[in-house]
């Protein structure tokens, strides 16, 4: 049998500014809830199947990523204030202009090689994108509300400048299908200073979280210590002021409690068990026979 292939990849160890596994897990789940959203949000508004999924988190200087989107990619710019810096979005051309011809009616099965997107393009693919980075926005805001908003669209990758050169970025990479189009790749790469607060403020949520859980832990405890007050109760009856009036010290009432049927054990009032009377020693006493749960 065939072994599989495995992908080896190079790792500087003199590097410290790279995220741990678990920053990345967690920042890679916010992006599979925004993956959903946007497959929503663009089928509904192409009225067409389409699909966004999360393919991989990488660690890259923005040189290298961008050496690699240098030919035929549309570049959308957006910061997510008060997160720090400014963000990327990276869509291929062809795809783009799928996208414009789809919302302008069409099939969006053409050949767009060649072309770029006009003044008029990007218009209607304002509102799109904007959809898109507000749906980002609402995932990531469960570690930072933000407020995302669409800076700029770019055709060329040099004048996209989102890092310096040899800073560190993270890139999300999607699959990335429109309508019955071929499927191609889309990525979302987020400087290191805005995704240095995602983590700090993922690090301090679950701080939080942890001290409420404790909080909470030590609650319950202390609601079992509470004292309440247990009665059990007999069954009331019935009688008349003529009859109150001749009551005499020594006298005995009738309980009409019938052989066999439990008394109803109560705690603050509340029905909590049913119970038959025994002896403990030469003490009388109560046996429970059934919890009553509400």
């Given at each position: 049998m065939p072994q599989p292939t495995k992908t080896v990849r190079s790792h500087d160890f003199r590097r410290t500014d790279l995220l741990e596994r678990v920053s990345l897990q967690a920042i890679g789940g916010l992006l599979e809830t925004?993956?959903?959203?946007?497959?929503?949000?663009?089928t509904s508004t192409l009225r067409q199947q389409c699909a966004f999924t999360l393919d991989k988190l990488d660690q890259v200087t923005w040189r290298d990523l961008a050496d690699e989107l240098e030919n035929g990619i549309y570049f959308f710019t957006f910061s997510l204030s008060p997160l720090a810096?400014?963000?990327?979005?990276?869509?291929p051309i062809e795809e783009v202009l799928a996208i414009v011809d789809l919302r302008l009616a069409g099939a969006g099965d053409d050949d767009f090689s060649g072309r770029v997107p006009s003044e008029i393009d990007?218009?209607?693919l304002a509102p799109i994108v904007e959809g898109l980075i507000g749906e980002l926005g609402q995932a990531l805001a469960r570690i930072q509300a933000s407020s995302p908003?669409?800076?700029?669209?770019?055709?060329?990758?040099?004048?996209v400048s989102i890092a310096s050169p040899a800073e560190m970025?993270?890139?999300?990479?999607?699959?990335?299908?429109?309508?019955?189009?071929?499927?191609?790749?889309a990525v979302i790469c987020l400087p290191f200073p805005m995704v240095r607060m995602l983590v700090d403020g993922l690090a301090a949520r679950t701080s939080l979280e942890t001290r409420q859980e404790a909080m909470a832990e030590s609650t319950r405890h202390r609601l079992f210590e509470v004292p309440l007050d247990?009665?059990?109760?007999?069954?009331?009856?019935?009688?008349?002021?003529?009859?109150?009036?001749?009551l005499r010290v020594g006298d005995s009432l009738g309980l009409g409690h019938p052989k066999g049927r439990p008394l109803e054990v109560r705690a603050e009032g509340l029905l909590v068990a049913l119970a038959h009377i025994c002896s403990s020693g030469v003490h009388k006493a109560c046996e429970i026979t059934e919890e009553v749960t509400r």
């Open positions: 925004f993956a959903r959203a946007a497959t929503q949000h663009l810096g400014r963000a990327v979005l990276a869509i990007q218009a209607f908003r669409l800076e700029a669209q770019e055709g060329n990758v040099q004048f970025c993270m890139a999300a990479r999607f699959s990335f299908t429109v309508a019955s189009r071929t499927p191609s790749h247990l009665v059990f109760q007999f069954p009331s009856f019935a009688t008349t002021p003529a009859e109150l009036l001749t």
